[in-house]
């Protein structure tokens, strides 16, 4: 027996957590699939669409959305920084990292905004959500590489899925804390006009807190795309397969390149959310 101090006995979790992952492959491989197919099709559906337009076209509908949301300085940074990335040859590149962005986005949210309306509603939910949360931050992203590589392949879906584990915390988070905010007295008025739980939640506390539920929106793209080179390593594409490709050939010129595309995208997608955010507030 192996002993990690004298007298007392090792505890074995790499093998308990090596047999539960064998357990999930052998008696849950159908469900997987199923998983695997679902998953492939939103990530193809997305890049369909997005590569669907010529790529001249697609810039001036992603320019007009960001003036319509913006204003004409980040409208032209746009403009400026799609026109770069179109001209370095990394547009197909641009539009898969988006499309598995988006993608990532979309599930984290789907998952994270029920999950903190969840744990505001109920104190066991919470209790039990939060340490999950931190240990979900905390856990080095490679290590959810393994367990998913060995459920799902090689390919876009097992970084999606590491990649919606390390990013939906904050939608959790940020949408816990945003209903927390709410005041007090603003809940006791809706009760005296008689309102029901529902209406309280759908048109006073979810309205109220949707500045900080954007914030966290805003977090999940930024982590979703802090995560393009670490999925490239589980054979993702994108703007992270070329940044991957130009360590292995220690090219720095196109992992410059590469790298220049991803921050990009991050500061086009980072001040879409962010005046989206404001807007919706200065309306309300």
């Given at each position: 027996m192996n002993m990690a101090v004298a007298g007392i006995p090792r505890i074995p979790l790499d093998d308990w957590s090596n047999s539960f992952i064998d357990y999930l492959t052998e008696s849950f491989s159908v469900v997987f699939d199923v998983i695997n197919t679902m998953i492939s099709s939103v990530i193809d559906s997305l890049e369909w669409l997005l590569m669907l337009p010529p790529p001249l076209?697609?810039?001036?509908?992603?320019?007009?959305?960001?003036?319509?949301?913006?204003?004409?300085?980040?409208?032209?940074?746009?403009?400026?920084?799609?026109?770069?990335?179109?001209?370095?040859?990394?547009?197909?590149?641009s539009m898969l990292t988006l499309s598995l962005v988006l993608a990532a986005t979309?599930?984290?949210?789907?998952?994270?905004?029920?999950l903190g309306i969840l744990a505001h509603r109920f104190d066991r939910v919470k209790a039990i959500?939060?340490?999950?949360?931190?240990?979900?931050?905390?856990?080095?992203?490679?290590v959810y590489l393994i367990p998913a590589v060995i459920l799902f392949g090689l390919g876009n879906v097992t970084a999606l899925i590491a990649t919606f584990i390390f990013a939906m915390p904050p939608a959790v988070r940020l949408t816990l804390l945003g209903l927390q905010q709410v005041p007090q007295t603003t809940l006791e008025a809706a009760e005296a006009f008689g309102a029901t739980e529902w209406q309280k939640l759908f048109k006073v506390q979810l309205p109220l807190a949707f500045p900080m539920i954007m914030s966290g929106v805003n977090q999940v793209i930024m982590l979703s795309l802090s995560m393009v080179v670490i999925?490239?390593?589980?054979?993702?594409?994108?703007?992270?397969?070329?940044?991957?490709?130009?360590?292995?050939?220690?090219?720095?010129?196109?992992?410059?390149?590469?790298g220049i595309s991803v921050v990009i995208i991050a500061i086009i997608l980072d001040r879409l959310t962010n005046f989206s955010a404001q807007k919706k507030a200065n309306i309300s």
């Amino acid at each position: 027996m192996n002993m990690a101090v004298a007298g007392i006995p090792r505890i074995p979790l790499d093998d308990w957590s090596n047999s539960f992952i064998d357990y999930l492959t052998e008696s849950f491989s159908v469900v997987f699939d199923v998983i695997n197919t679902m998953i492939s099709s939103v990530i193809d559906s997305l890049e369909w669409l997005l590569m669907l337009p010529p790529p001249l076209v697609m810039l001036v509908l992603i320019v007009g959305l960001s003036w319509w949301l913006t204003n004409w300085k980040i409208a032209a940074f746009t403009a400026f920084g799609l026109f770069l990335i179109m001209n370095l040859g990394l547009w197909q590149a641009s539009m898969l990292t988006l499309s598995l962005v988006l993608a990532a986005t979309i599930i984290s949210l789907l998952f994270g905004i029920p999950l903190g309306i969840l744990a505001h509603r109920f104190d066991r939910v919470k209790a039990i959500v939060i340490p999950l949360l931190d240990i979900m931050q905390t856990m080095p992203a490679f290590v959810y590489l393994i367990p998913a590589v060995i459920l799902f392949g090689l390919g876009n879906v097992t970084a999606l899925i590491a990649t919606f584990i390390f990013a939906m915390p904050p939608a959790v988070r940020l949408t816990l804390l945003g209903l927390q905010q709410v005041p007090q007295t603003t809940l006791e008025a809706a009760e005296a006009f008689g309102a029901t739980e529902w209406q309280k939640l759908f048109k006073v506390q979810l309205p109220l807190a949707f500045p900080m539920i954007m914030s966290g929106v805003n977090q999940v793209i930024m982590l979703s795309l802090s995560m393009v080179v670490i999925s490239s390593m589980v054979g993702a594409g994108g703007l992270g397969a070329e940044v991957l490709r130009s360590i292995s050939l220690l090219d720095v010129g196109l992992g410059f390149i590469g790298g220049i595309s991803v921050v990009i995208i991050a500061i086009i997608l980072d001040r879409l959310t962010n005046f989206s955010a404001q807007k919706k507030a200065n309306i309300s």
